[in-house]
């Protein structure tokens, strides 16, 4: 019977989420659970007036030497002197988050990446775009400020995007700070078991893996994002998993030193998640820290989601 079967898959993955997901967290992930509330009506609310820069330097207070001086974790748009009405944490943010927003009275938007298609935020090339134009207008027109949180978040102790992915899918009590980037599973699961896992738990629909879906995993390296083939590369070469677990790739670097290594006889297998459905839980660990720093200001996560179609 092949493997790829829908049933074969629905019975793993019930007994692969019943065996998986505990609940005990992990020494050092206290007061980090991932909560998935609905948005929250944006508005007036009683309490004290807070500012964009009181929730930038709250946030960067628990990031060991921030802020940085070489970062790209600065404000994209509007003053952070502004009183905040609500705050949207999300991965993009496109021009459908940003009306998403402002229809929820929001006026505070944290990225984990970048607003204006470029790693740096550079706008000179941009000058007179049109894309760029009427994305900066929408912004400025509603009072929208925007600063990203990307090398912060990343360098949070434990890293917040890793701990909301480790989250989602149950894995807390198999974390440990000195290896964060290393799962060693108490019993082996199936390849075709874990990815059934991670796409119910992340909400994704389509993966790209390569290796034997019958294969046993147990140890695992979860490396969510967009980090460069080198490190992808030396992480498998300084824990030998089983399965690699990625956000994306370059795919003339991480996929073939995969491929090369299987060919060699190494039980090795790859799961790649998509970029932004692989950080997007780290959006939603944001939330949860902001709703703690400050239970009065309305905070949600909007998820910028999938970026392509699929045939």
Known sequence: MPIRRRDFLSASLAALTGSLMARTPAPGTEGLALGKAA????????GRT???QQVIDALQADVPG???ADTVDTIKCGDPSTPVRGIVTTMFPTDEIIQKAIDLGANFIIPHEPTFFSGGDNVQWLADDPV???KRGLLEKNGIVIWRFHDGLHAHQPDGVRMGVIQAVGWEPYFSAGDPSLINLPSAASLADLIAL?????GIEHVKYI???????SR??????????RTQMNLIQQYRPELFICGEIREWETNQYVLDARYSGQKISL???GHSLSEEPGLEWLRTQLKIKFPEVPVTHLPSGDPFQWE
């Open 198 to 202: 991670f796409k119910k738990s992340l």
């Open 271 to 273: 799961l790649i998640l």
């Open 211 to 217: 290796g034997d879906l019958a294969q046993p995993c």
């Open 220 to 229: 695992i390296v979860v490396c969510p994002g967009a980090y460069n083939g």
């Open 39 to 46: 948005p929250e009506a944006f508005g007036d609310h009683p």
């Open 132 to 134: 760029y134009k009427y």
């Open 50 to 52: 807070v500012t964009v």
């Open 66 to 68: 921030a802020p940085f």
